[in-house]
Protein backbone atom coordinates (compact mmCIF):
# COMPACT_ATOMS: atom_id res chain seq x y z
CA UNK A 1 0.00 0.00 0.00
CA UNK A 2 1.61 3.33 -0.84
CA UNK A 3 2.72 5.75 2.26
CA UNK A 4 -0.09 8.05 1.02
CA UNK A 5 -3.16 5.52 1.08
CA UNK A 6 -2.65 4.91 5.13
CA UNK A 7 -4.89 7.17 7.38
CA UNK A 8 -4.05 10.05 9.08
CA UNK A 9 -3.64 8.18 12.72
CA UNK A 10 -1.09 5.74 11.29
CA UNK A 11 1.29 8.13 9.87
CA UNK A 12 1.21 9.81 12.91
CA UNK A 13 2.04 6.80 14.85
CA UNK A 14 5.16 5.65 11.82
CA UNK A 15 6.44 9.32 12.53
CA UNK A 16 6.29 9.32 16.34
CA UNK A 17 9.00 6.05 15.81
CA UNK A 18 11.56 8.30 14.22
CA UNK A 19 14.14 9.18 15.94
CA UNK A 20 15.08 12.58 14.11
CA UNK A 21 13.08 15.80 14.91
CA UNK A 22 15.00 17.57 12.42
CA UNK A 23 14.07 15.64 9.88
CA UNK A 24 10.25 15.24 11.55
CA UNK A 25 10.30 19.13 10.69
CA UNK A 26 11.87 19.55 7.47
CA UNK A 27 9.29 16.67 6.08
CA UNK A 28 6.35 19.50 6.74
CA UNK A 29 7.81 20.56 3.20
CA UNK A 30 6.80 17.32 1.22
CA UNK A 31 2.86 18.00 1.01
CA UNK A 32 -0.26 19.92 2.88
CA UNK A 33 -1.43 16.52 4.39
CA UNK A 34 2.17 15.96 6.20
CA UNK A 35 2.30 19.37 6.97
CA UNK A 36 -0.89 19.23 9.17
CA UNK A 37 0.10 16.17 10.50
CA UNK A 38 3.43 17.10 11.38
CA UNK A 39 1.68 19.57 13.35
CA UNK A 40 0.22 17.35 16.10
CA UNK A 41 1.80 18.77 19.33
CA UNK A 42 2.42 15.14 20.26
CA UNK A 43 5.04 14.68 18.14
CA UNK A 44 6.79 17.22 19.93
CA UNK A 45 5.96 17.31 23.90
CA UNK A 46 9.39 15.25 24.34
CA UNK A 47 12.27 15.64 22.27
CA UNK A 48 16.17 14.45 22.67
CA UNK A 49 18.76 16.41 21.95
CA UNK A 50 21.54 14.30 23.31
CA UNK A 51 22.73 13.83 19.72
CA UNK A 52 23.50 17.36 19.04
CA UNK A 53 26.78 18.82 19.39
CA UNK A 54 25.62 21.84 22.09
CA UNK A 55 28.33 23.42 22.68
CA UNK A 56 28.34 25.00 19.11
CA UNK A 57 26.15 27.85 18.35
CA UNK A 58 25.59 27.00 14.31
CA UNK A 59 24.06 23.91 15.56
CA UNK A 60 21.67 25.84 18.01
CA UNK A 61 20.30 28.09 15.03
CA UNK A 62 20.10 24.74 12.99
CA UNK A 63 17.58 23.30 16.02
CA UNK A 64 15.75 26.32 16.46
CA UNK A 65 14.64 27.22 12.68
CA UNK A 66 13.91 23.54 11.61
CA UNK A 67 12.29 22.66 15.30
CA UNK A 68 9.17 23.89 16.67
CA UNK A 69 11.39 24.33 19.98
CA UNK A 70 7.93 26.78 21.38
CA UNK A 71 5.88 23.42 21.57
CA UNK A 72 8.27 21.40 23.56
CA UNK A 73 6.84 20.29 26.68
CA UNK A 74 10.23 18.25 27.55
CA UNK A 75 13.61 18.19 26.45
CA UNK A 76 16.26 15.62 27.65
CA UNK A 77 20.00 15.73 26.59
CA UNK A 78 22.15 12.53 27.99
CA UNK A 79 25.85 12.66 28.25
CA UNK A 80 26.83 16.35 26.33
CA UNK A 81 28.95 19.00 26.60
CA UNK A 82 26.44 22.11 26.72
CA UNK A 83 27.61 25.77 26.16
CA UNK A 84 25.70 28.24 28.99
CA UNK A 85 24.62 30.72 26.91
CA UNK A 86 23.19 28.09 24.59
CA UNK A 87 21.39 26.27 27.09
CA UNK A 88 20.11 29.72 27.83
CA UNK A 89 19.08 30.70 24.44
CA UNK A 90 17.18 27.30 24.16
CA UNK A 91 15.15 27.79 27.91
CA UNK A 92 13.83 31.28 26.22
CA UNK A 93 12.34 29.85 23.48
CA UNK A 94 11.28 26.71 25.00
CA UNK A 95 7.94 28.62 26.76
CA UNK A 96 5.61 25.67 27.22
CA UNK A 97 8.09 23.79 28.90
CA UNK A 98 7.42 21.91 31.82
CA UNK A 99 10.11 19.24 31.93
CA UNK A 100 13.66 19.69 31.55
CA UNK A 101 16.70 16.66 32.08
CA UNK A 102 19.94 16.99 32.17
CA UNK A 103 21.66 13.70 32.79
CA UNK A 104 25.48 12.82 32.77
CA UNK A 105 26.42 16.82 31.07
CA UNK A 106 28.98 19.17 31.34
CA UNK A 107 27.82 22.76 31.36
CA UNK A 108 30.95 25.02 29.92
CA UNK A 109 30.71 28.85 29.55
CA UNK A 110 32.81 30.39 26.18
CA UNK A 111 34.49 33.35 25.89
CA UNK A 112 31.94 36.21 23.75
CA UNK A 113 34.62 36.51 21.43
CA UNK A 114 34.42 32.96 20.66
CA UNK A 115 31.36 33.51 18.27
CA UNK A 116 29.22 36.20 16.95
CA UNK A 117 26.58 33.95 15.29
CA UNK A 118 24.02 34.47 17.83
CA UNK A 119 24.14 37.81 19.38
CA UNK A 120 21.02 37.00 21.71
CA UNK A 121 22.97 34.13 23.73
CA UNK A 122 26.45 35.87 23.93
CA UNK A 123 25.02 38.30 26.48
CA UNK A 124 26.03 38.28 30.00
CA UNK A 125 24.61 41.39 31.23
CA UNK A 126 21.71 41.03 34.19
CA UNK A 127 19.08 42.08 32.08
CA UNK A 128 19.17 39.60 29.53
CA UNK A 129 19.53 36.80 32.55
CA UNK A 130 15.79 38.29 33.75
CA UNK A 131 14.66 38.27 30.33
CA UNK A 132 15.32 34.23 29.85
CA UNK A 133 13.99 33.80 33.40
CA UNK A 134 10.76 35.55 33.02
CA UNK A 135 9.63 33.37 30.52
CA UNK A 136 5.95 31.44 30.78
CA UNK A 137 6.97 28.48 31.43
CA UNK A 138 5.22 25.11 33.61
CA UNK A 139 8.81 24.05 34.64
CA UNK A 140 7.37 21.29 36.95
CA UNK A 141 10.29 18.48 36.45
CA UNK A 142 14.06 18.80 36.64
CA UNK A 143 16.74 16.38 36.37
CA UNK A 144 20.27 17.39 36.96
CA UNK A 145 21.70 13.98 38.11
CA UNK A 146 25.55 13.43 36.98
CA UNK A 147 25.93 17.41 35.50
CA UNK A 148 28.37 19.16 36.82
CA UNK A 149 30.38 22.54 35.39
CA UNK A 150 29.28 26.07 35.29
CA UNK A 151 25.79 25.33 37.44
CA UNK A 152 25.03 29.57 37.73
CA UNK A 153 22.26 29.26 35.40
CA UNK A 154 20.38 26.00 36.98
CA UNK A 155 20.64 27.53 40.42
CA UNK A 156 18.81 30.78 38.76
CA UNK A 157 16.56 28.50 37.76
CA UNK A 158 15.65 26.46 40.72
CA UNK A 159 15.56 30.22 42.69
CA UNK A 160 13.06 31.27 40.07
CA UNK A 161 10.37 27.95 39.78
CA UNK A 162 11.39 26.27 42.78
CA UNK A 163 7.99 26.21 44.13
CA UNK A 164 6.00 24.76 41.44
CA UNK A 165 8.71 22.14 40.43
CA UNK A 166 7.09 18.51 41.79
CA UNK A 167 10.25 16.04 41.25
CA UNK A 168 13.76 16.98 41.23
CA UNK A 169 16.84 15.04 40.96
CA UNK A 170 20.51 15.86 41.69
CA UNK A 171 23.96 14.56 42.41
CA UNK A 172 26.23 17.29 43.03
CA UNK A 173 25.86 19.76 46.04
CA UNK A 174 24.12 23.11 44.91
CA UNK A 175 23.24 24.05 47.80
CA UNK A 176 26.62 26.25 48.47
CA UNK A 177 25.16 28.56 45.79
CA UNK A 178 22.71 30.01 47.44
CA UNK A 179 23.16 33.32 49.55
CA UNK A 180 22.02 33.94 53.41
CA UNK A 181 22.29 30.74 54.30
CA UNK A 182 19.26 29.46 52.29
CA UNK A 183 19.45 25.06 51.14
CA UNK A 184 18.83 24.39 48.27
CA UNK A 185 15.17 22.58 49.78
CA UNK A 186 14.34 25.74 51.13
CA UNK A 187 13.33 27.10 47.35
CA UNK A 188 11.54 23.62 46.91
CA UNK A 189 8.22 23.39 49.09
CA UNK A 190 6.02 21.30 47.09
CA UNK A 191 8.15 18.54 45.45
CA UNK A 192 6.62 15.01 45.15
CA UNK A 193 10.02 13.19 43.87
CA UNK A 194 13.40 13.63 45.24
CA UNK A 195 16.44 11.56 43.88
CA UNK A 196 19.61 12.27 45.37
CA UNK A 197 21.19 8.82 44.08
CA UNK A 198 25.18 8.92 44.80
CA UNK A 199 24.94 12.09 46.51
CA UNK A 200 28.25 11.55 48.74
CA UNK A 201 27.08 15.19 50.18
CA UNK A 202 24.00 13.97 51.46
CA UNK A 203 24.37 13.09 55.21
CA UNK A 204 21.36 13.02 58.05
CA UNK A 205 21.72 16.62 58.57
CA UNK A 206 20.37 17.20 54.89
CA UNK A 207 18.00 15.07 55.28
CA UNK A 208 17.19 16.59 58.57
CA UNK A 209 16.53 19.39 55.95
CA UNK A 210 14.93 17.56 53.37
CA UNK A 211 11.84 17.10 55.38
CA UNK A 212 11.58 20.60 56.91
CA UNK A 213 10.92 22.04 53.78
CA UNK A 214 9.39 19.21 51.85
CA UNK A 215 6.04 18.00 53.68
CA UNK A 216 4.53 16.56 50.33
CA UNK A 217 7.25 13.69 49.42
CA UNK A 218 5.69 10.71 48.15
CA UNK A 219 9.65 9.39 46.15
CA UNK A 220 12.29 9.93 47.96
CA UNK A 221 15.68 8.11 45.97
CA UNK A 222 18.72 7.79 48.47
CA UNK A 223 20.75 4.95 46.89
CA UNK A 224 24.41 4.92 47.30
CA UNK A 225 24.59 7.96 49.82
CA UNK A 226 26.87 6.17 51.83
CA UNK A 227 27.09 9.23 54.99
CA UNK A 228 23.70 8.47 55.57
CA UNK A 229 23.00 6.55 59.06
CA UNK A 230 19.59 7.05 59.55
CA UNK A 231 19.91 9.33 62.88
CA UNK A 232 16.94 11.68 60.56
CA UNK A 233 15.24 8.55 59.08
CA UNK A 234 12.22 8.67 61.64
CA UNK A 235 12.27 12.36 61.60
CA UNK A 236 11.79 12.44 57.64
CA UNK A 237 8.84 9.28 58.07
CA UNK A 238 7.21 11.28 60.76
CA UNK A 239 7.09 14.35 58.33
CA UNK A 240 6.39 13.48 55.14
CA UNK A 241 3.95 11.51 55.61
CA UNK A 242 3.16 10.43 51.87
CA UNK A 243 6.27 8.85 51.15
CA UNK A 244 5.57 6.11 48.79
CA UNK A 245 8.99 5.39 47.72
CA UNK A 246 12.04 4.93 49.41
CA UNK A 247 15.34 3.53 48.18
CA UNK A 248 18.07 3.21 50.88
CA UNK A 249 20.61 0.81 48.91
CA UNK A 250 24.05 0.69 49.78
CA UNK A 251 23.59 3.89 52.71
CA UNK A 252 24.48 2.94 56.01
CA UNK A 253 21.60 3.13 57.76
CA UNK A 254 21.64 1.27 61.52
CA UNK A 255 19.63 -0.83 62.97
CA UNK A 256 18.74 1.62 66.10
CA UNK A 257 17.60 4.67 63.90
CA UNK A 258 14.96 2.30 61.71
CA UNK A 259 14.20 0.76 64.97
CA UNK A 260 12.86 3.90 66.03
CA UNK A 261 10.55 4.59 62.73
CA UNK A 262 7.23 3.54 62.68
CA UNK A 263 6.38 2.02 59.87
CA UNK A 264 3.01 0.52 60.34
CA UNK A 265 1.75 4.07 60.05
CA UNK A 266 3.20 4.64 56.60
CA UNK A 267 1.72 4.29 53.45
CA UNK A 268 5.13 2.62 51.60
CA UNK A 269 4.70 0.52 48.74
CA UNK A 270 8.44 0.48 46.96
CA UNK A 271 11.02 -0.51 49.43
CA UNK A 272 14.62 -1.00 48.53
CA UNK A 273 17.02 -2.11 51.13
CA UNK A 274 19.31 -4.36 49.73
CA UNK A 275 23.21 -4.03 50.37
CA UNK A 276 22.62 -2.05 53.89
CA UNK A 277 25.35 -3.89 55.63
CA UNK A 278 24.89 -2.46 58.78
CA UNK A 279 21.11 -3.78 59.12
CA UNK A 280 21.09 -7.32 60.77
CA UNK A 281 18.39 -9.61 60.32
CA UNK A 282 16.56 -8.64 63.51
CA UNK A 283 15.80 -4.58 62.06
CA UNK A 284 15.32 -6.50 58.73
CA UNK A 285 12.22 -8.79 59.77
CA UNK A 286 10.61 -5.98 61.58
CA UNK A 287 9.98 -3.94 58.38
CA UNK A 288 9.34 -6.35 55.94
CA UNK A 289 6.77 -8.46 58.25
CA UNK A 290 5.39 -5.11 58.89
CA UNK A 291 4.65 -3.59 55.50
CA UNK A 292 5.47 -7.08 53.38
CA UNK A 293 0.95 -6.55 52.69
CA UNK A 294 1.10 -3.45 51.31
CA UNK A 295 4.63 -3.63 49.26
CA UNK A 296 4.74 -3.77 45.68
CA UNK A 297 8.00 -3.45 44.95
CA UNK A 298 11.23 -4.81 47.26
CA UNK A 299 14.59 -5.32 47.24
CA UNK A 300 16.09 -7.02 50.20
CA UNK A 301 18.29 -9.79 52.55
CA UNK A 302 15.77 -12.61 52.96
CA UNK A 303 15.92 -15.76 55.60
CA UNK A 304 14.59 -18.88 56.26
CA UNK A 305 12.87 -17.29 59.64
CA UNK A 306 11.54 -14.38 57.17
CA UNK A 307 10.22 -16.59 55.07
CA UNK A 308 8.09 -18.97 57.13
CA UNK A 309 6.79 -16.16 59.02
CA UNK A 310 5.76 -14.83 56.22
CA UNK A 311 4.10 -18.17 54.33
CA UNK A 312 2.30 -18.67 57.71
CA UNK A 313 0.63 -15.49 57.34
CA UNK A 314 -3.04 -15.52 55.58
CA UNK A 315 -1.83 -12.86 53.04
CA UNK A 316 -1.31 -13.06 49.45
CA UNK A 317 1.46 -10.61 49.00
CA UNK A 318 0.38 -7.75 46.23
CA UNK A 319 4.20 -7.54 45.09
CA UNK A 320 4.69 -6.94 41.55
CA UNK A 321 8.51 -6.65 41.39
CA UNK A 322 10.89 -8.61 43.55
CA UNK A 323 14.61 -9.59 44.03
CA UNK A 324 15.47 -12.40 45.87
CA UNK A 325 18.76 -11.87 47.83
CA UNK A 326 20.40 -13.67 50.98
CA UNK A 327 22.85 -13.91 53.44
CA UNK A 328 22.75 -17.58 54.01
CA UNK A 329 21.25 -20.88 52.41
CA UNK A 330 17.50 -20.47 51.91
CA UNK A 331 14.99 -23.66 52.25
CA UNK A 332 13.92 -23.87 48.65
CA UNK A 333 10.57 -25.13 49.85
CA UNK A 334 9.86 -21.86 52.01
CA UNK A 335 10.82 -19.82 49.15
CA UNK A 336 8.84 -21.40 46.72
CA UNK A 337 5.27 -21.18 49.06
CA UNK A 338 6.27 -17.75 49.29
CA UNK A 339 5.86 -16.98 45.60
CA UNK A 340 3.54 -19.03 45.32
CA UNK A 341 1.63 -16.12 47.53
CA UNK A 342 3.14 -13.41 45.24
CA UNK A 343 0.77 -14.02 42.12
CA UNK A 344 0.78 -10.40 41.08
CA UNK A 345 4.03 -10.33 40.22
CA UNK A 346 5.56 -8.94 37.00
CA UNK A 347 9.27 -8.78 37.29
CA UNK A 348 11.03 -11.36 39.44
CA UNK A 349 15.09 -11.29 39.85
CA UNK A 350 16.93 -14.97 41.56
CA UNK A 351 19.96 -14.32 39.48
CA UNK A 352 21.65 -14.14 43.00
CA UNK A 353 20.69 -17.34 44.00
CA UNK A 354 21.19 -20.83 41.55
CA UNK A 355 17.71 -22.63 41.86
CA UNK A 356 16.92 -25.63 40.82
CA UNK A 357 14.30 -26.99 37.55
CA UNK A 358 12.00 -28.88 39.73
CA UNK A 359 11.42 -25.45 42.07
CA UNK A 360 11.00 -23.39 39.39
CA UNK A 361 8.56 -25.86 38.15
CA UNK A 362 6.23 -25.41 41.45
CA UNK A 363 6.72 -21.58 41.17
CA UNK A 364 6.08 -20.40 37.34
CA UNK A 365 2.40 -21.78 37.71
CA UNK A 366 1.62 -19.39 40.30
CA UNK A 367 3.36 -16.69 38.19
CA UNK A 368 1.01 -16.12 34.82
CA UNK A 369 1.57 -12.25 35.24
CA UNK A 370 5.40 -12.52 34.55
CA UNK A 371 6.64 -10.21 32.06
CA UNK A 372 10.07 -9.84 33.17
CA UNK A 373 12.29 -12.51 34.73
CA UNK A 374 15.80 -12.66 35.20
CA UNK A 375 17.54 -16.02 36.67
CA UNK A 376 20.88 -17.95 37.25
CA UNK A 377 21.85 -20.34 34.06
CA UNK A 378 23.20 -23.80 35.56
CA UNK A 379 23.48 -26.38 33.17
CA UNK A 380 24.01 -29.14 36.44
CA UNK A 381 21.08 -28.42 38.49
CA UNK A 382 18.93 -25.84 36.51
CA UNK A 383 18.74 -27.46 32.71
CA UNK A 384 18.66 -24.16 31.29
CA UNK A 385 17.19 -24.86 27.82
CA UNK A 386 14.07 -26.77 29.10
CA UNK A 387 13.25 -23.93 31.52
CA UNK A 388 12.25 -21.65 28.33
CA UNK A 389 9.00 -24.00 27.59
CA UNK A 390 8.01 -23.96 31.01
CA UNK A 391 8.20 -20.69 30.86
CA UNK A 392 6.61 -20.28 27.33
CA UNK A 393 3.90 -22.51 28.84
CA UNK A 394 2.86 -20.72 32.37
CA UNK A 395 3.72 -16.92 32.14
CA UNK A 396 2.20 -15.87 28.41
CA UNK A 397 3.18 -11.82 28.78
CA UNK A 398 6.96 -12.72 29.11
CA UNK A 399 8.70 -9.86 27.58
CA UNK A 400 12.30 -10.01 28.73
CA UNK A 401 14.35 -12.91 30.05
CA UNK A 402 17.99 -12.33 31.65
CA UNK A 403 20.15 -15.62 32.29
CA UNK A 404 23.44 -15.15 34.07
CA UNK A 405 25.51 -18.15 33.34
CA UNK A 406 28.58 -17.59 36.24
CA UNK A 407 28.33 -21.44 37.71
CA UNK A 408 28.36 -23.16 34.12
CA UNK A 409 29.44 -23.13 30.67
CA UNK A 410 26.13 -21.87 28.56
CA UNK A 411 25.59 -23.69 25.05
CA UNK A 412 24.31 -20.70 23.26
CA UNK A 413 23.38 -22.14 20.20
CA UNK A 414 21.70 -24.97 21.88
CA UNK A 415 19.50 -22.45 23.71
CA UNK A 416 18.58 -20.17 21.27
CA UNK A 417 16.78 -22.64 19.80
CA UNK A 418 14.47 -23.03 22.40
CA UNK A 419 13.48 -18.94 22.05
CA UNK A 420 10.45 -19.51 20.80
CA UNK A 421 7.77 -17.57 22.75
CA UNK A 422 5.82 -15.20 20.75
CA UNK A 423 5.50 -12.43 23.66
CA UNK A 424 9.42 -12.37 24.21
CA UNK A 425 10.98 -9.03 22.96
CA UNK A 426 14.80 -9.34 24.59
CA UNK A 427 17.26 -12.05 25.70
CA UNK A 428 20.08 -11.31 28.05
CA UNK A 429 23.12 -13.14 28.61
CA UNK A 430 25.45 -12.62 30.55
CA UNK A 431 28.34 -14.25 32.72
CA UNK A 432 32.12 -15.20 32.53
CA UNK A 433 31.13 -18.62 31.00
CA UNK A 434 29.72 -17.15 27.86
CA UNK A 435 32.84 -17.12 26.13
CA UNK A 436 31.99 -16.18 22.77
CA UNK A 437 29.43 -13.66 23.87
CA UNK A 438 31.54 -11.71 26.00
CA UNK A 439 33.49 -9.30 23.51
CA UNK A 440 29.78 -8.50 22.10
CA UNK A 441 29.25 -4.38 21.01
CA UNK A 442 26.32 -4.88 19.48
CA UNK A 443 22.39 -6.39 19.59
CA UNK A 444 21.86 -9.00 17.38
CA UNK A 445 18.20 -9.58 16.30
CA UNK A 446 17.01 -13.39 16.83
CA UNK A 447 13.69 -14.99 15.17
CA UNK A 448 10.11 -13.96 16.49
CA UNK A 449 11.52 -10.38 16.74
CA UNK A 450 13.27 -11.11 19.67
CA UNK A 451 16.66 -8.74 20.32
CA UNK A 452 19.56 -10.86 21.84
CA UNK A 453 21.75 -8.43 24.51
CA UNK A 454 24.66 -8.80 26.76
CA UNK A 455 24.15 -6.00 29.06
CA UNK A 456 25.86 -5.72 32.18
CA UNK A 457 23.28 -3.61 33.72
CA UNK A 458 20.68 -6.16 33.61
CA UNK A 459 18.81 -5.88 36.96
CA UNK A 460 15.32 -5.90 37.98
CA UNK A 461 13.47 -2.50 36.78
CA UNK A 462 13.39 -0.07 39.66
CA UNK A 463 11.22 3.13 40.94
CA UNK A 464 12.63 5.83 38.55
CA UNK A 465 12.01 9.55 38.64
CA UNK A 466 11.59 9.16 35.14
CA UNK A 467 7.73 7.65 35.72
CA UNK A 468 6.75 10.86 37.64
CA UNK A 469 8.37 12.98 34.90
CA UNK A 470 5.83 11.14 32.72
CA UNK A 471 2.88 12.02 34.43
CA UNK A 472 3.73 15.46 34.69
CA UNK A 473 4.22 15.66 30.57
CA UNK A 474 0.92 13.59 30.11
CA UNK A 475 -1.05 16.18 32.34
Given amino acids: MPINELPDSILLQIFKKCDSKTGLWKARSVCKRWYVILADSELWQTCDLSQFNLNDACILQTILNYMPVKRFKSIKIKQNTIERNILKSLL?????????????????????????HIRDIRSHDAQATNQILEIPCDLKHIDLRKTTGDTELLVDLITKYGAQIKTFGVTYNLSKYFENDRSLFDFLPNIHALDLTEGLWVNDEVIREIAKSCPSLRYVGLSKCQNIRGASMEFLMRRCTNIQTLLLSRTGVRNEELQRVRWENLPLTELDISNCYYLDDTALHRIIKTLAPQLTYLKCIMTNELLKELTDSRHHFPLKSFELRRRQDLDMNLVTQFLQKCNQLEALDTSLIPIEYETFENILPFLPKLKWFNFTGNEDMLRTEDL??????????????GINFYYSPCKVERLLLKVKMTSLKRLNLLGSKIYDLNNRTEDTKLGHGVVLTCDKEYSLPSPRLDTFDSEIVQN
Avoid: F, V
Fill in 92 to 116: KHARSLNSLTLRHCRITTRDNSSSN
Fill in 388 to 401: LPLIEKHCKYIEEI
